[in-house]
């Protein structure tokens, strides 16, 4: 049975919209809840990055929401975190849920790549699997298998899913990367790509798209994120998004671009995350 | 010529996303003139064997150069990045 880490979390009502917990709270909280659990096992990130050189990037996080749960459900609820190692170094996952009373609410995940750092002060690195320091820290049964833990799969999913769905609504939004909006390096962080997305997309409704209010009147039951490139605080980007229905489901598909190239248009901006939005 | 930032080396330069350097003959020159402009470039720019670390990508007119290619001469409007693969952070 993989250690897992558990704390009680008190609710505050800037963690929740009317409807549910922000996807980006839902993740915020798992991880923080995972990595203070490492830490107190000797395992923590800092020591990873200052004595392995480990760092980790994340390229996948998700999330689903399976029963209700809003600001007055309760004080606190429940949130544990346990972590998987795929046995080629490559990938490791946090494995969150969110629960009331025994019940699990939001479960959501956040794989991410270890990175080897170059030890300057920029905390720059580059892709690496876990080396042999780093693999000791997890137990046996923390390694699974690498056809268990997929590194990417959203953009075949997406394409599968648009084959027979109706577009209702598409437009693009400026993206620009605040200090807010990043981690210590100054890189993106994984856990605003929901919140930015959002706000995108609730820019193409207020902008005159009424008939897609169905995304503001029914609560997220999943948001999925795949991550390919980083952007970097000061950015300028691109949000394009895509609105689909087919039969009672909506989706937003959101493609972040980042910056337009010297010289270049638009149409180079690189894909910098593709990120699903389900309601 | 000038000098493109971003990313994560952008707090060591003062956040200034394009810097002019004159009189710089090679990359070489320019990349010393810039950390000289900017002490605190140096550690996060360089290692210890004064290289450009392999976690930066030198670009120059769109081209990206070999750190061991800092001998390429400049000309008055050519435009270096220097790009960070990912940071760890």
């Given at each position: 049975?993989?250690?897992?880490?558990?704390?009680?979390?008190?609710?505050?009502?800037?963690?929740?919209?009317?409807?549910?917990?922000?996807?980006?709270?839902?993740?915020?909280?798992?991880?923080?809840?995972?990595?203070?659990?490492?830490?107190?096992?000797?395992?923590?990130?800092?020591?990873?990055?200052?004595?392995?050189?480990?760092?980790?990037?994340?390229?996948?996080?998700?999330?689903?929401?399976?029963?209700?749960?809003?600001?007055?459900?309760?004080?606190?609820?429940?949130?544990?975190?346990?972590?998987?190692?795929?046995?080629?170094?490559?990938?490791?996952?946090?494995?969150?849920?969110?629960?009331?009373?025994?019940?699990?609410?939001?479960?959501?995940?956040?794989?991410?790549?270890?990175?080897?750092?170059?030890?300057g002060p920029a905390l720059d690195a580059v892709p690496a699997p876990a080396n042999g320091n780093v693999r000791a820290l997890f137990d046996h049964d923390e390694i699974v298998p690498r056809k268990a833990a997929p590194t990417?799969?959203?953009?075949?999913?997406?394409?599968?899913?648009?084959?027979?769905?109706?577009?209702?609504?598409?437009?693009?939004?400026?993206?620009?990367?605040?200090?807010?909006?990043?981690?210590?390096?100054?890189?993106?962080?994984?856990?605003?790509?929901?919140?930015?997305?959002?706000?995108?997309?609730?820019?193409?409704?207020?902008?005159?798209?009424?008939?897609?209010?169905?995304?503001?009147?029914?609560?997220?039951?999943?948001?999925?994120?795949?991550?390919?490139?980083?952007?970097?605080?000061?950015?300028?980007?691109?949000?394009?998004?895509?609105?689909?229905?087919?039969?009672?489901?909506?989706?937003?598909?959101?493609?972040?671009?980042?910056?337009?190239?010297?010289?270049?248009?638009?149409?180079?901006?690189?894909?910098?995350?593709?990120?699903?939005?389900?309601f | 010529m000038k000098f493109r930032f971003s990313g994560t080396l952008l707090r060591f330069v003062d956040y200034r996303k394009e810097i002019a350097v004159e009189d710089a003959a090679t990359v070489g020159s320019a990349l010393?003139?810039?950390?000289?402009?900017?002490?605190?470039?140096?550690?996060?720019?360089?290692?210890?064997?004064?290289?450009?670390?392999?976690?930066?990508?030198?670009?120059l007119n769109g081209e990206v150069l070999g750190r061991e290619h800092t001998d390429r001469a400049l000309f008055e409007h050519d435009r270096l990045e220097i790009l960070t693969a990912i940071a760890g952070g």
């Open positions: 049975m993989p250690r897992l880490h558990q704390s009680e979390i008190g609710l505050d009502t800037g963690m929740f919209s009317v409807h549910q917990m922000h996807p980006e709270v839902a993740l915020r909280l798992g991880i923080s809840v995972g990595l203070g659990g490492l830490g107190r096992q000797g395992r923590g990130l800092q020591s990873m990055i200052t004595s392995h050189g480990t760092a980790l990037v994340v390229v996948r996080a998700e999330v689903a929401y399976l029963r209700p749960l809003t600001f007055f459900s309760a004080t606190s609820i429940i949130t544990e975190s346990h972590v998987s190692l795929r046995d080629d170094g490559n990938l490791l996952t946090f494995h969150i849920r969110h629960s009331l009373a025994g019940e699990e609410l939001i479960a959501a995940r956040v794989a991410t790549r270890p990175v080897a750092v170059s030890g990417r799969y959203l953009k075949a999913q997406v394409q599968r899913w648009v084959m027979d769905a109706e577009q209702v609504g598409e437009g693009t939004q400026p993206l620009l990367i605040g200090r807010n909006d990043c981690e210590l390096a100054d890189q993106w962080l994984y856990a605003r790509l929901p919140s930015l997305v959002a706000t995108a997309r609730e820019q193409l409704l207020f902008d005159g798209a009424a008939d897609l209010s169905v995304c503001l009147s029914r609560p997220i039951t999943r948001f999925q994120g795949e991550f390919f490139r980083p952007m970097y605080f000061g950015d300028h980007g691109q949000i394009e998004v895509k609105l689909y229905r087919r039969g009672e489901q909506t989706s937003a598909v959101h493609r972040v671009l980042g910056e337009r190239p010297p010289d270049g248009s638009d149409e180079e901006r690189p894909l910098c995350a593709l990120a699903v939005e389900t | 010393q003139s810039l950390v000289s402009q900017y002490p605190s470039l140096r550690g996060a720019l360089f290692d210890a064997d004064s290289k450009v670390r392999s976690t930066h990508r030198i670009v």
